[in-house]
């Protein structure tokens, strides 16, 4: 049971004062999660690419180099907002509960997508902008690359002046908050959002122990009560296992208007493994298909 030595550990790293460190030297050095190599870099810039065209296609019509733009969780690596900026777009603000961006992380991602460069023009279907070569601070970001990173900062409370962004993005960071912290999150992105402005959102509801453990269900976190999962869930690795329809329904109660849905429902494979399992009672009042989601796309806009 890999999955669960895993949870242990960094349930165990999640208590120490420098647990965040500690844990990100152990998935660095001991696991190698990272960095996590041109293929991954690969598919963040596409998911980039993806919250462009949602912004051009829902957002207000403000050309990408005069947008600003705003992600919460960007996580160690910063591969959205460098995305960003090699897409052309001119300003962000970029926020995180601890100041986990890496300088080695961000230069990883800055030297992957200059290398990876020939292909993703081609995913982009435009020239991208000369990152230029690493750089030496966080606080270079901005001036570089027009990325204002602010960590620590409270994504239900930010302290920023409402109606300041033209668009919201979340990459596979939903599924990481807390289902009534993500409430005020939400509706602190609508206070941010200007009228007219979009809001794009991936959010990953599979078991992530289950990227770890190839052994383990996409769906194995199902099975647990609230009082046993929370044995397991790290504030590290914290998994809030929501299904689909609960998070439309918190960006509903925010204000937004969701204008796309695009949930990737449960294969055939999927739906009878979810049939046999024995669900925690949490799950058992959703449909097959709706608790069988494993990634959810949307799009929503603020009113006006």
């Given at each position: 049971m890999r999955w669960l030595a895993k949870a242990a550990l960094q349930r165990t790293l999640g208590a120490l004062p420098q647990g965040e460190r500690l844990n990100y030297v152990f998935q660095r050095h001991v696991l190698h999660s990272f960095p996590v190599?041109?293929?991954?870099?690969?598919?963040?810039?596409?998911?980039?690419?993806?919250?462009?065209?949602?912004?051009?296609?829902?957002?207000?019509?403000?050309?990408?180099?005069?947008?600003?733009?705003?992600?919460f969780g960007a996580g160690w690596d910063l591969a959205i907002p460098v995305s960003y900026a090699l897409l052309g777009v001119g300003r962000q603000v970029v926020i995180d509960i601890r100041p986990s961006a890496r300088i080695e992380l961000v230069n990883e991602t800055i030297a992957a997508l200059e290398r990876l460069r020939p292909e993703l023009e081609e995913t982009a279907g435009r020239s991208l902008r000369d990152l230029g070569g690493p750089i030496a601070s966080i606080a270079e970001l901005e001036?570089?690359?027009g990325i204002r990173y602010l960590a620590p900062c409270d994504a239900r409370h930010s302290g920023l002046p409402p109606d300041?962004?033209?668009?919201?993005?979340?990459?596979?960071t939903c599924e990481h908050i807390p289902a009534a912290d993500l409430a005020a999150v939400f509706a602190e992105c609508r206070r941010l959002l200007r009228p007219g402005g979009a809001f794009?959102?991936?959010?990953?509801?599979?078991?992530?122990?289950?990227?770890?453990?190839?052994?383990?269900?996409?769906?194995?976190?199902?099975?647990?009560?609230?009082?046993?999962?929370?044995?397991?869930?790290?504030?590290?690795?914290y998994q809030n296992r929501l299904r689909a329809p609960d998070y439309l329904r918190l960006v509903r109660e925010a204000g937004l208007d969701i204008v796309v849905e695009r949930p990737?429902?449960?294969?055939d494979e999927g739906r009878a493994e979810l049939e046999a399992m024995s669900l925690a009672k949490r799950f058992c009042g959703y449909s097959v298909e709706d608790v069988g989601v494993?990634?959810?796309?949307?799009?929503?806009?603020a009113p006006g």
């Open positions: 190599g041109d293929t991954a870099y690969g598919q963040k810039f596409t998911r980039a690419v993806n919250h462009l065209a949602a912004y051009e296609e829902h957002g207000p019509q403000i050309p990408v180099a005069e947008a600003t733009f705003f992600e001036p570089r690359f300041i962004v033209d668009f919201v993005s979340s990459t596979d794009s959102c991936r959010i990953d509801l599979q078991d992530h122990y289950s990227y770890f453990d190839r052994s383990l269900s996409r769906y194995n976190f199902l099975r647990y009560s609230e009082p046993t999962w929370a044995l397991v869930n790290s504030p590290l690795h990737s429902r449960p294969s494993t990634i959810l796309s949307f799009v929503a806009r």
